[in-house]
């Protein structure tokens, strides 16, 4: 069984940066491909971003793209979110997700869910 923990959220003005981490609670989690999503309240599920097992590879949604910059620290089986420039429509709760098969922006395709960290940014 893999259990993901997310940290790192708050509070942040507008402009600022957070880097949210989600932890694994397997010591082979490098061969886990992992994602990013995120849902603010009455929105659906969205995808953020995602990484393939060793880290080469990585996608962005549009929204995110040249703000946001996902890694991987396979030696600490850990994930991480890198968030610059942040804006208001940031504002959401954000799950890591975890598959050992699936690459791709399909949230319901992850296996594995975290119970989230939230980001909340003003104006």
């Known amino acids: 069984q893999v259990q993901l923990r997310e940290s790192g959220g708050g509070l942040v003005q507008e402009g600022g940066s957070l880097r949210l981490s989600c932890a694994s609670s397997v010591r082979t989690f490098s061969n886990y491909h992992a994602g990013w999503f995120r849902q603010a309240p009455g929105k659906e599920r969205e995808f953020v971003a995602a990484i393939t097992w060793s880290g080469s590879t990585a996608l962005y949604a549009d929204s995110v793209k040249g703000r946001f910059t996902i890694s991987r620290d396979n030696a600490r089986n850990t994930v991480y979110l890198q968030m610059i420039s942040l804006k208001p429509e940031d504002t959401a709760d954000y799950y890591c997700?975890?598959?050992?098969?699936?690459?791709?922006?399909?949230?319901?395709?992850?296996?594995?869910w975290g119970q989230g960290t939230q980001v909340t940014v003003s104006s």
């Open positions: 997700a975890a598959s050992l098969t699936y690459w791709g922006t399909q949230g319901g395709s992850f296996t594995y």
